[in-house]
């Protein structure tokens, strides 16, 4: 009896998250490469030490605008880079008048480096789309294009998608594939196009794209200054205003690798974790339905199957191979959908497992006062921009 109710518990808790998945799949598309003229686009590009990335990244950003004819600006900022950033950036600009190097001034208190880059490229721009991409970030042929034109349809203030993710290593392969999971798993799209309450905000700090009027009237990312989690922080920023975010998926819109190796997975992870999943408020019941959804549901089968023959009732298979069938069916989808690697798809209960080790790291972390860490650069956990809701 008892092995049966946990079996009903785990259905239940896999079923959830795998019917939205299927739901949000329906609605997260695509965009089309428009038929219609399009604004001029500035690609704004913040760049901190990116000598193996920046240059790819100015180049592709081109290259997908000349496939479709889009006019565009791409304006990359050094963000006091000790490597040959801005080298790179100036060799393109002296042979193309389309791309143009910033140097950023010194970063105030209280601002993370990126929110405070990316204002002043906000503040650089010249044409009314703004388009943020990190320095990794590569657009494909048509894809801003389509980005700039999901924007124009969609009639929201901001739009943003999760670029096809590019993975190596196993600590990459493992848990970059879960963007994807989380995000259609637990957030209802519906709802969201619907709502513009601030806690259906959601976006991929890798690549947003905004009106700017309605970045200005949102107080751009002068509105999230602390935070190192603007996938979450600026979507709400904009909601706060009024205005309406809106995601599309970017499989085909661009590609970008995020993390080069283990140590560059945990610690990327990590630094934003307190503000997602991590938050006091939010990892236990997070933590609850994740391994009762998909954690216990294998081991319940194999108990089922393998087990003492009386633990074999009809109801306790059942459930337990639909629990099982539940959590493994998204993550089996999106290997096709979004070009992601089988083995993590196969391992998705270990995923999972330190997936939540990492968001408990995290929020160690901060409650000891501990500083996170990216680009040379170290911030308060204590002081982060935890946005309200």
């Known amino acids: 009896m008892i092995l049966t109710i946990m079996a009903a518990v785990a259905a239940l808790c896999s079923l959830i998250p795998a019917q ?98 990316c204002a002043v490229l906000a503040g650089l721009a010249r044409f009314p789309v703004l388009v943020f991409q990190d320095a990794d970030v590569r657009f494909l042929p048509g894809g ?37 999971f989380v995000l259609l798993g637990f957030l209802p799209m519906g709802w969201m196009r619907r709502s513009r309450h601030p806690s259906y905000g959601a976006g991929c700090g890798q690549l947003f794209v905004a009106r700017r009027d309605a970045y200005e009237q949102a107080g751009g990312h002068a509105a999230i200054p602390g935070s190192l989690h603007d996938g979450l922080d600026l979507p709400r920023a904009f909601r706060r205003a009024g205005l309406g975010t809106d995601l599309f998926d970017a499989t085909a819109v661009a590609c970008c690798r995020m993390y080069h190796g283990a140590g560059e997975v945990w610690r990327g992870l990590a630094k934003n974790a307190v503000a997602g999943v991590a938050a006091p408020g939010k990892i236990v019941p997070v933590t609850v339905l994740l391994l009762a959804g998909q954690v216990l549901p294998p081991l319940l089968l194999v108990v089922a199957l393998a087990g003492n023959p009386g633990f074999r009732s009809p109801a306790f298979l059942f459930l337990s191979a639909l629990a099982t069938a539940a959590a493994w069916l ?51 956990t204590k002081k982060l921009s935890l946005t309200p809701p």
């Open 20 to 117: 939205l998945f299927f739901r949000n799949l329906r609605r997260y598309r695509t965009p089309p490469i428009p038929s219609a003229p399009l604004p001029a686009v500035s690609v704004l590009i913040p760049a901190r030490n990116e000598e193996g990335a920046i240059g790819g990244a100015v180049v592709a950003a081109l290259e997908s605008a000349e496939a479709t004819g889009l006019e565009i600006e791409v304006v990359v900022l050094d963000d006091g880079s000790t490597d040959r950033t801005a080298v790179i950036v100036a060799q393109i600009a002296a042979r193309d008048p389309r791309v143009r190097l910033a140097l950023a001034p010194a970063l105030p208190a209280g601002w993370c480096g990126k929110q405070h880059a």
């Open 144 to 180: 801003l294009a389509r980005a700039a034109g999901f924007l124009q349809t969609s009639g929201a203030g901001l739009v943003s998608g999760v670029p096809r993710q590019e993975t190596v290593t196993f600590l990459e392969r493992l848990l970059i594939p879960l963007i994807q």
């Open 330 to 380: 998204p993550r089996l989808a999106a290997v096709r959908r979004f070009r992601q690697p089988l083995d993590s798809a196969l391992l998705h209960p270990l995923g999972i497992l330190v997936f939540l080790a990492l968001q408990f790291h995290a929020l160690g972390r901060h409650l000891l006062g501990l500083p996170a860490g990216w680009k040379d650069r170290t911030y308060s």
